[in-house]
T-cell receptor, first 114, second 109 residues
């Protein structure tokens, strides 16, 4: 079955530590996105990529980094510079130009600080 | 001003009633509008899309768009307990989706 796989489902970060969230898709989508969701709030865009080896900052990129070395993979690193990383992180993908009606989400990663 | 704003919740409605959700957006050039439903701890799922002024109906859901007023709404008719969720309004800007904060709906049995 085609879809997006995020791992792990739950992740704990110690202060000063970098952690990486995995996102893999087998939908052959060119565009991939990372969103952050805080309790009671909507989704905020962290980074997005429309093609391999290229990505752009979203609205809240500070303290995060990404790579897009393969079409299928778009990992997100939460660096120690992100002082308030506790949130629900969602990865999504779409065909370029069809954001919205054909946006597929992963099941999410809940990141908490120890 | 936020790009997408939704009426504050939570919204509690009795079973069988109509739930009305509102959303305004700031970019007058936006052309594509969506409503997502999100259950607690789950990822959002698309329930409605609308691109033209007027109403669009899909089962118990009706989306309404007024581009002149920069306003999108969602009506849920004959509300069921399974409709209890957070509803997110989303607007496409420059190939990216911008989301509102969401309105949490609780349907009372």
């Amino acid at each position: 079955d085609g879809g997006i796989t995020q791992s792990p489902k739950y992740l704990f970060r110690k202060e000063g530590q970098n952690v990486t969230l995995s996102c893999e898709q087998n939908l052959n989508h060119d565009a991939m996105y990372w969103y952050r969701q805080d309790p009671g709030q909507g989704l905020r865009l962290i980074y997005y990529s429309q093609i391999v080896n290229d990505f752009q900052k979203g609205d809240i990129a500070e303290g995060y980094s990404v790579s897009r070395e393969k079409k299928e993979s778009f990992p997100l690193t939460v660096t120690s510079a992100q002082k308030n990383p506790t949130a629900f992180y969602l990865c999504a993908s779409s065909i370029v130009g069809q954001t919205g009606e054909k946006l597929f989400f992963g099941s999410g990663t809940q990141l908490s600080v120890l | 001003q936020k790009e997408v704003e939704q009426n504050s919740g939570p919204l509690s409605v009795p079973e069988g009633a109509i739930a009305s959700l509102n959303c305004t957006y700031s970019d007058r050039g936006s052309q594509s509008f969506f409503w997502y439903r999100q259950y607690s701890g789950k990822s959002p799922e698309l329930i409605m899309s609308i691109y033209s002024n007027g109403d669009k109906e899909d089962g118990r859901f009706t989306a309404q768009l007024n581009k002149a007023s920069q306003y999108v709404s969602l009506l849920i008719r004959d509300s069921q307990p399974s409709d209890s969720a957070t509803y997110l309004c989303a607007v496409v800007n420059d190939y990216k989706l911008s989301f509102g904060a969401g309105t949490t709906v609780t349907v009372r049995a």
